[in-house]
C-alpha cells in the first residue's frame, strides 16, 4: 500500500515565477492537506482540500491556491513566487483523524 | 501563531536512557498527534490521543495528555541511535481538521 507521494522531490525557480506542486494521497484518503515548513520552524497550515473544494484555509495569501481532482490527487499552485516561499512543502492526507505525510518537495527560490 | 510549542528545543541522551519532551498549546482541541521528522523530510505519524483520553502507549513511546493545563508529553523509553530526529506535537484545533505544530524538540541519542 503505497503512502503519501509527493512530486518532485526538488524545485528550483526564480522570483516572479509560477510553481505547481503534485500530491497523490493515500489510497482510501480523501482528504488532502498543505503545509509550508520553513527551515528551522515547524510546518504552517496551508489549506485543505475534500470533495475537490478548499474547505479551511490559513494565513496565506492568495498567491497561494490548490486544486483537488476527482481522484483526491491535489496540486498546490504558488504564483509571483518570493524568495521568502523557499521552503519544504508538505502533504498530507486522511480519512478520520489521523494525518499522514508525504516526504516532501524542496522548493528553492533564487 | 505557532500552537504547539515543545519544550526543551533539543535534548541529547546516551542509548538506553529516556528521553521526555513536552507540548503546550493555547486553544480547545479535537485531539493532540505526536510526529517525528528526520533530516527535514516528511513526517512520520507516531501516535494520537482524543481530548477526552489521558495516557497512550505505542510500544515504546507514551504520551500523556491534560486537558485542563493544556499540556501533552512524549516519553520514549530504552531510546536508540535511531530515535534521532526532531519530534512535533500537533494539537488539532477544536471543530476543524487544522494541525498547529510547534518549533519541535530535536532528540540526539548518542550510541
Known amino acids: 500500500d503505497a503512502g503519501v507521494t509527493q512530486s518532485p522531490t526538488h524545485l528550483i525557480k526564480t522570483r516572479g515565477q509560477q510553481v505547481t506542486l503534485r500530491c497523490s494521497p493515500k489510497?482510501?484518503?480523501?482528504?488532502v492537506s498543505w503545509y509550508q515548513q520553513a527551515l528551522g520552524q515547524g510546518p504552517q497550515f496551508i489549506f485543505q482540500y475534500y470533495e475537490e473544494e478548499e474547505r479551511q484555509r490559513g494565513n496565506f495569501p492568495d498567491r497561494f491556491s490548490g486544486h483537488q481532482f476527482p481522484n483526491y490527487s491535489s496540486e498546490l499552485n504558488v504564483n509571483a513566487l518570493l524568495l521568502g516561499d523557499s521552503a519544504l512543502y508538505l502533504c498530507?492526507?486522511?480519512?478520520?483523524?489521523?494525518?499522514?505525510f508525504g516526504p516532501g518537495t524542496r522548493l528553492t527560490v533564487l | 501563531s505557532q500552537q504547539g510549542e515543545e519544550d526543551p528545543q533539543a535534548l541529547s541522551i546516551q542509548e538506553g536512557e529516556n528521553a521526555t519532551m513536552n507540548c503546550s498549546y493555547k486553544?480547545?482541541?479535537?485531539?493532540l498527534q505526536w510526529y517525528r521528522q528526520n533530516s527535514g523530510r516528511g513526517l512520520v505519524h507516531l501516535i494520537l490521543i482524543r481530548s477526552n483520553e489521558r495516557e497512550k502507549h505505542s510500544g515504546r513511546l507514551r504520551v500523556t495528555l491534560d486537558t485542563s493545563k493544556k499540556s501533552s508529553s512524549l516519553l520514549i523509553t530504552a531510546s536508540r541511535a535511531a530515535d534521532t530526529a526532531s519530534y512535533f506535537c500537533a494539537p488539532e484545533r477544536y471543530n476543524t481538521d487544522k494541525l498547529i505544530f510547534g518549533t519541535g524538540t530535536r532528540l540526539q541519542v548518542f550510541p
Open positions: 486553544t480547545s482541541i479535537n485531539n
Open positions: 498530507a492526507s486522511s480519512q478520520g483523524i489521523e494525518q499522514f
Open positions: 489510497s482510501g484518503h480523501d482528504t
